[in-house]
């Protein structure tokens, strides 16, 4: 059974970055490809930015290209989300996804999630 566990968010001011990490438990780490999706309050789950196994392919959502830089350490089973200028749009839970299905964005093709990270931006 596979385990997410994110870490790293909190509260920061509009401007500033911020990095979230995602540990991988319980399988190999570098059969699943990996995604970051956040859900701010009274809004749907948005999807933010992939990366595959290997890490050579990423796609991102277009509200955060540019400001979002995903990544994986294989050897880590770690995933993590760059996060720079953050606005006080992109606050939310932030939960990572594994899947070994498909490389793709679209939240229905990720099987495990994690419990989420809470990002707060202020203005």
């Known amino acids: 059974q596979v385990q997410l566990a994110e870490s790293g968010g909190g509260l920061v001011q509009a401007g500033d970055s911020l990095r979230l990490s995602c540990a991988f438990f319980g399988r190999i780490f570098s059969s699943y490809h990996m995604g970051w999706f956040r859900q701010a309050p009274g809004k749907e789950r948005e999807s933010v930015a992939a990366i595959s196994t290997g890490g050579s392919s990423t796609t991102y959502a277009d509200s955060v290209k540019g400001r979002f830089t995903i990544s994986r350490d294989n050897a880590k089973n770690t995933v993590y989300l760059q996060m720079i200028s953050l606005k006080p749009e992109d606050t939310a839970v932030y939960y990572c996804?594994?899947?070994?299905?498909?490389?793709?964005?679209?939240?229905?093709?990720?099987?495990?999630w994690g419990q989420g990270a809470q990002v707060t931006v202020s203005s």
């Open positions: 996804a594994a899947s070994r299905r498909v490389f793709s964005i679209l939240p229905r093709v990720y099987d495990y």
